[in-house]
């Protein structure tokens, strides 16, 4: 009967703030939204079992491969903790001691993990361990969490703030780059590390980078007294690390400046930690539309049961989702794999948005594709599958130079009369371009 616990909204955790990501969360709340009463999770809470889930209530339900690596590496752990997000993020797997239990580790695993020299340190939610081929270092999902030599090789033109962030920084944890839009970097906590984050100088590292209110307040300052700005992406770290009443809180004095229009959530939670999807979640995030999202999925074997769930939770709740993706070798560079991808993400409703040549962050050589390799797979999505399913495939210039779109040679040549485009099946149209046929009239 435990396997099939839905907690509900009752069942959420406690409000009282622990951990890197709420040291400082009491004080920054001075007036939150009253919030439903919460009950701590406890062993008697498996005894709730709910036939028909109430209004609010998550169905929670864990897929079998959960269960039984719960069972496995937990066994302490009750169905109702495991889906507990609090619970994951407190027993994030964060050294080579109990990785080595669930994972049989290559020596450069090993090596990576106990030098703890990296750019950036070990985290992973046990959620997300679960979906680990204990035997596989190769496999595309562990070599994106699972720490490798290779981090330790600076390549030539590589460096630890490739998009030049911390030079458009007007105050601190804001940048502001291009004219209508900010970035907010609201914490430096995320639950789940990937090795190639371009913020690896700030993640998991440093205590100023949390979330703390003299932070916010100056980023929230700076909005209201700059009218240009009607767009606030909020990034990090993860924002969907925080608790309800912190984002409630955030969210409610940005809809309070009149010219911010748009609010948009970058994230990997609902991928890493799809628990902290809950309906408490979605209903405080209801309250503040326009809301947008944009997810970082990287691999089609990333949409479980669990992460299906967390999609379709947002998207009822209002939010338009979109995927960001980034191209990485050995994990999503090629045709197949980025095409089962997008298929995927659009049937759980989430737009691939994205498709990010990866950045030259400090030792992300054996990441990196050749720009060519992108172009290839968009040109074997475009015309091969729908039009919602083809990201925009970009490079974020070294230096602050923005998102840059790139596209395949689509354009062949044009002549006096017409430009000459070539077709996904590589045959050759005519489009009489005004322009050409203008200017070549204007001359005679």
């Not at 406690?14 to 007036?31: F, V, W, Y």
């Not at 190769?138 to 994106?144: A, G, I, K, N």
Request: net charge negative; with cysteine.
């Amino acid at each position: 009967m435990e396997e099939n616990v839905c907690l509900s909204q009752e069942a959420e955790p406690p409000g009282k703030h622990t951990g890197m990501t709420g040291l400082a969360l009491d004080e920054l709340i001075q007036s939150p939204v009253p919030a439903s009463p919460v009950t701590p999770v406890t062993k008697a809470i498996t005894s709730r079992v709910f036939i028909m889930p109430s209004r609010g209530a998550s169905s929670c339900k864990p897929s079998p491969r959960s269960q039984a690596f719960r069972k496995q590496f937990f066994p302490d752990a009750t169905a109702a903790d495991w889906n507990d997000w609090r619970w994951q993020v407190r027993n994030r797997i964060t050294g080579v001691e109990v990785l080595s239990r669930i994972l049989w580790l290559s020596h450069e695993e090993e090596t990576a993990i106990s030098a703890r020299g990296g750019a950036i340190p070990l985290n992973i939610t046990p959620y997300y361990a679960s979906l680990l081929d204990p035997m596989d270092p190769d496999q595309s999902l562990r070599r994106m969490v699972v720490p490798v030599t290779a981090e330790f090789e600076r390549s030539r033109d590589e460096s630890d703030d490739p998009l030049g962030e911390d030079h458009d920084s007007p105050v601190p944890g804001l940048v502001h780059r291009y004219p209508d839009r900010v970035l907010f970097l609201v914490t430096g906590f995320c639950s789940t590390h990937c090795r190639y984050c371009t913020r690896s100088r700030m993640v998991g590292k440093h205590e100023e980078h949390h979330a703390d209110r003299e932070r916010w307040e100056r980023a929230i300052a700076y909005i209201e007294n700059t009218p240009a700005v009607r767009d606030v992406l909020l990034s990090g770290g993860d924002p969907l690390t925080l608790p309800d009443e912190a984002l409630d809180w955030l969210l409610s004095r940005l809809r309070a400046i009149p010219h911010v229009e748009l609010i948009r959530i970058g994230t990997k939670v609902p991928v890493v930690l799809p628990q902290r999807i809950t309906s408490s979640l979605c209903h405080t995030l209801k309250r503040h539309h326009p809301l947008w999202m944009s997810i970082h999925f990287a691999h089609p074997d990333e949409l479980t049961f669990e992460v299906s769930q967390a999609c379709n939770r947002l998207a009822d709740a209002g939010i338009p989702l979109g995927s960001q993706t980034v191209l990485l070798a050995g994990v999503n560079d090629s045709v197949d794999t980025m095409k089962r991808l997008v298929h995927d993400l659009v049937m759980n409703r989430v737009r691939p948005y994205y498709l990010y040549q990866c950045d030259p962050i400090s030792g992300s050589a054996h990441f990196r594709t050749p720009v060519g390799k992108g172009l290839e797979i968009i040109e074997g999505l475009r015309g091969h599958t729908t039009g919602y399913a083809v990201p925009t495939y970009v490079i974020d210039a070294p230096g602050g130079g923005g998102k840059i779109p790139l596209l395949p040679g689509y354009v062949v040549g044009h002549d006096e009369q017409y430009i000459k485009l070539r077709n996904y099946q590589g045959r050759t149209f005519q489009y009489p371009d005004l322009a050409v046929v203008a200017d070549s009239e204007a001359r005679v």
